[in-house]
């Protein structure tokens, strides 16, 4: 059996399922300042009489980092970085402690200026007398040779508790995206550490000694222990479980809509042919670009408990939420209470939320019910006037799945996919409205759950070649070889291969779960000195797909 665990702004969902289906499934309060007990809450509520021993996977898909990074809770972390010619990396700032320093690499990986050791040490006594624990470095061009990083975390690795190096961040080249992601990874893994700490801890308590599986914000999950290294690739893993949750349900050949609307938010995605479509550099969110995949989502202030407020004439819905709905102990009237006014819902104490609603009603100048009605369809319309702005800005520009990259592809999406608590209301009302095929997807209530427990270990590599300086790297995995004159692409993709299946494994991927492997990027280049052939480059990255582990079919249909 497999535990799949979400953590919303409203709720935190969990499921147990086997082979055969859903075992069980809990919803728990979520406490924004307390996650870490509304996770084991969770887990305590789902594991009930289970035995331990029968549990084979835990995956935990959580709002925590990117909680972090949205109120700004991370302590002063130190930034190093080079650059040599070019454009002055001050432009990238990330805060206070940031220093640049002497030393630069070629975009061919060959050092034009060494690095300041005595310099180095004295960024070090700076950062230690400011406070600093983490720290981040990043030189250029260091995916193609990361030696100024690796020397720079030699030189100080005994004065902090750990070093991020931007060469381990990603193999594609975006130097201010670099310097970004390194610093995120830096910022949150204090925070990281301690909360999967405590919830290792507490499940080994219960007996749960097996390893814990994260959701990442790509759509696949990687190992705990894993995480520690890149902790910003949880950044948004929930709007993530959504869709994974989704893509069973999506139609062959077509696109579809994924709207998971929750108590706080909605989250709005789609699928090409139930591929998930994907972030081509990596998550932007505020003053973060960095390089951490993802999938391409978006969210908008407006949920099942989202504030209902009347301002001269004008009923406006949310972003806010000050709490639950009426019916459920809350003081705000919500469109949760205009559900269960118009008798859609049963659950909750109904005159409460009539109350409520009838406090709207009378400024808007309506009955309860022409009310209540009102605020159901412009919550339609407010979710899908923003899905559909974002249909435009897609077809603006490329588009790109996690499989392939679609050149001129213009989305015209014939099916919703709805999943959240309120989803089997909404599907009839919007359908109604738009004429567009929308459908709750079976257990849409806990479907970001079921998708963060099936979903498969994702991870890619960047191989890089060059027969002229004979050497074949992959500096994320921290790989070097010697190559021959004659070492060929074939060669390339076969060494590409053995790295990502021994990184999968690392990550905690399961063996019968490695088949959906693909090349996405391949490169070619011929080095030509004074008319005379020299060597050749070679550059490919591969990965393994997004996708749902094998042997739990019964619950995708």
Do not use: W
């Not at 004659?486 to 690392?506: P, R, V």
Request: overall charge neutral.
């Amino acid at each position: 059996m497999i535990i799949g665990l979400d953590v919303g702004g409203t709720h935190t969902d969990v499921v147990l399922l086997s082979s055969k289906g859903i075992e069980k499934k809990v919803k728990v309060p979520t406490d924004p300042g307390n996650l870490f007990n509304s996770v084991l809450s969770g887990f305590t509520k789902i594991l009930g009489t289970t035995d331990p021993g029968e549990i084979k996977r835990v995956v935990i898909s959580t709002t925590l980092t990117t909680n972090a990074l949205v109120q700004q809770e991370m302590g002063p972390i130190g930034m190093i970085v080079s650059a040599g010619p070019g454009i002055d990396p001050k432009f990238f700032c990330t805060g206070e402690h940031y220093y640049t320093v002497s030393g630069s690499i070629n975009h061919r990986g060959r050092e034009k200026a060494t690095v300041n050791k005595m310099e180095i040490e004295d960024v070090g006594k700076r950062l230690k007398k400011a406070g600093v624990k983490y720290i981040g470095v990043v030189s250029k061009f260091s995916v193609r040779n990361p030696s100024h990083e690796i020397l720079i975390k030699r030189i100080l690795h005994k004065d902090f508790k750990k070093i991020f190096l931007g060469h381990h961040v990603s193999g594609n080249l975006n130097f201010p995206r670099r310097i970004a992601t390194t610093h995120l990874n830096a910022a949150v893994f204090d925070l990281h550490k301690d909360f999967f700490q405590a919830v290792k801890n507490s499940l080994a308590e219960k007996g749960l000694t097996i390893p814990i599986q994260i959701l990442k914000a790509d759509g696949g999950t990687m190992s705990l222990e894993s995480s520690m290294d890149f902790p910003g690739q949880t950044v948004l893993s929930g709007p993530a479980a959504s869709i994974m949750g989704a893509i069973p349900h999506a139609p062959d050949n077509q696109d579809a809509i994924v709207l998971d609307i929750g108590g706080t938010t909605t989250d709005i995605a789609f699928l090409v042919d139930k591929a998930p479509l994907l972030e081509p550099l990596g998550i932007q969110r505020g003053h973060y670009k960095s390089l951490i995949r993802s999938l391409r989502t978006d969210s908008k202030g407006i949920g099942g408990d989202s504030s209902l407020r009347v301002n001269k004439g004008e009923l406006s819905i949310g972003p806010d939420r000050q709490g639950p709905a009426m019916a459920f102990g809350g003081t705000t009237p919500t469109p949760t209470d205009a559900l269960v006014v118009l008798g859609l819902m049963d659950e909750g104490d109904q005159d409460k939320a009539r109350s409520g609603i009838h406090t709207i009603a009378e400024q808007l100048d309506l009955s309860d019910m022409e009310a209540a009605d009102y605020i159901f369809k412009k919550c339609c319309t407010i979710i899908l006037k923003k899905t559909f702005e974002m249909i435009d800005v897609l077809n603006s520009q490329p588009v790109y799945t996690v499989h392939d990259f679609l050149e001129g592809y213009k989305l015209s999406p014939r099916k919703i996919l709805l999943l959240g608590g309120p989803a089997k209301y909404f599907a009839k009302k919007i359908e109604e409205l738009y004429h567009i095929k929308t459908m709750a997807v079976p257990e849409s209530s806990v479907a970001n759950a079921i998708g963060a427990a099936l979903a498969r270990t994702t991870c890619e590599v960047s191989l890089n070649a060059d027969t002229e300086q004979g050497i074949v790297t992959a500096h994320e995995e921290d790989f070097a070889e010697p190559i021959s004159k004659t070492y060929s692409e074939d060669d390339l993709i076969e060494t590409a291969y053995t790295l990502l299946k021994e990184k999968a494994l690392n990550s905690g991927a399961d063996p019968e779960n490695l088949d959906e492997v693909e090349v996405v990027e391949f490169q070619k280049f011929n080095i030509v000195r004074n008319f005379s052939p020299r060597g050749k480059i070679y550059r490919a990255k591969i990965q393994l797909k997004p996708g749902l582990i094998k042997g739990f079919e019964t619950i995708l249909h």
